[in-house]
């Protein structure tokens, strides 16, 4: 990618799988980049047994469904932007509406709402079954804009696989 070239949504897609391979939590629990476009980001966490929270009745612990859902919804907020800034949650509601269950991978989709001068507004949705979801985040980020942004963030987002950026 060279300076002033608008990216992608496979360049996005890249950029956004390297984003969640630094997190590592998200790199342990092998957390996937599905799909990247200005209006929605669709990721999917496989399923692995450290998921769990409740081992009894194999269900998906909530705070690995809070993750997931701060992870898709602050990923939608940089190919939504103008340019790449850091932009760190500033607070995220999650509505549980049934349990994860053991065995099965858990999709995860957001978008961009609306983008203030200050705050960028989400909504996400996670799933294991079409039609049938486990959560649902809204989740708000401030804009830290490109004074508080570190000199190469974009450089780093965008790097090829061999850049050590």
Do not use: Y
Not at 4 to 26: C, E, K, M, N, Y
Request: overall charge negative; hydrophobic content about 45%; aromatic content about 6%.
């Amino acid at each position: 990618m060279t300076h002033g070239q608008i990216p992608s949504d496979a360049d996005w897609r890249r950029a956004l799988t390297r984003f969640v391979t630094v997190i590592p939590h998200t790199r342990e629990l092998g957390l996937e980049v599905l799909v990247v476009t200005s209006e929605v980001t669709t990721m999917r966490l496989p399923w692995c047994d450290d998921l769990l929270g409740d081992t009894a009745r194999g269900l998906v612990h909530g705070g690995v469904l809070s993750m997931l859902l701060d992870t898709v919804c602050g990923s939608a907020v940089l190919p939504a932007l103008p340019a790449p800034e850091v932009c760190p949650t500033l607070d995220l509601r999650v509505d549980h509406f049934r349990p994860g269950v053991v065995g099965r991978a858990i999709l995860a989709e957001a978008r961009v709402v609306r983008i203030t001068e200050s705050v960028v507004f989400t909504e996400g949705t996670l799933w294991q079954e079409a039609g049938r979801p486990l959560a649902r985040g809204i989740g708000n980020f401030v804009r830290l804009g490109p004074r508080h942004t570190p000199d190469g963030f974009a450089e780093a987002l965008f790097a090829k696989e061999n850049d050590h950026a």
